[in-house]
């Protein structure tokens, strides 16, 4: 008998479709992010979730199908599920990291470099048939070739934005939870504190996950110590930055720019960013290729499914609920 999945949003097609072959399944008919009560009537008679990182998967969302047995959230994080009340019904969650390493590290450069050259505000002024030619002073932006990038989280993502930076002569500072020896020396860049790599850094550039520790790790004090030539760039999770202190830090050029993916109350933006000229604003797209978000659909399935198998998936971030029982590996 096939077991009966709910998803929350359509996956690019070669997912939904390897989903299709084995499961019966309900898909969000609606263009949106659904609301709490939407997805507990979705989840009703399921035996899977596959959500997004937009979806609340809370305590009362999963205890609310007694029968649920599995949960694969379409993101390398999973913030947005509650992983305690999952773990207390023995139900598997599982995350799709790695996949959209390079994409979100391309994504970052992206930012780096159209914040440093103002290349959005370059775009806005020939559109509006605004520029009238050469001179001197016209449109100065901050060199990236030689300066000091700082990185906050040198996880996947972290190595990857360091590994391009090679290209651009860059003095690489990093902090992190772990030292990494080898890659210091295979990236050539330097462990430093967290204070020592705000002061010193040129571009800071955010990759670490979302917890207790790391909300609003960017706030007042930090924009101080920062210099006022920096730039901060963040594709991780919005609320790692105090939106409110930043949007303070630019319009009093305590930075000179900053570069966001991701917001603290996303989708809202703090009133008065999108005002500003020195802060580039996008909708969340640092996994948004074709290539990347197909892989990740394709991963989520592969994850869900075989949980419903029964077995242990290859994602799984619960892992923990299997250590008394006896079942298998993928």
Known sequence: MKHRVFLTRKLPDEGLAMLKEKCHVEVNPYDRILTKEEIIEGLKDKDGLLCLLTDNIDSEVICSNPHLKAIANYAAGYNNIDIKTAS????????????????TADLTWSLILSVARRIVEGDKL????KFNGWAPMFMLGSDIWGKTLGIIGMGRIG????????????KILYNSKRRLADEEKKLNMTFVSFEELLKESDFITLHVPLNSETKHLIGSKEF?????????????????IEEKALLKA????????AGLDVYEKEPVITEGLI?????????????????????????????????????IPPNIVNKEIYNNCKISAS
């Not at 207390?88 to 994409?103: A, D, F, Q, W, Y």
């Not at 190595?159 to 860059?170: D, H, K, P, S």
């Not at 990347?292 to 077995?311: C, H, I, S, Y």
């Open 88 to 103: 207390k019904r023995n139900i598997p969650v599982t995350n799709t990291p790695g996949v959209l390493t390079e994409s």
């Open 126 to 129: 020939c559109r509006e048939k």
């Open 159 to 170: 190595q990857a934005v360091a590994r391009r930076a090679q290209g651009f002569n860059m």
């Open 224 to 240: 101080c110590i920062m210099k006022r030539t920096s730039f901060l760039i963040n594709t991780s999770r919005g609320e790692i």
């Open 250 to 257: 630019l319009e009093c050029s305590e930075i000179r720019g």
């Open 275 to 311: 005002g500003l000229e020195n802060v580039i604003l996008l909708p969340h797209i640092g996994s948004a290729t074709v290539e990347t978000r197909t892989r990740m659909a394709v991963m989520a399935v592969e994850n869900l499914l075989t949980a419903l198998d029964g077995k």
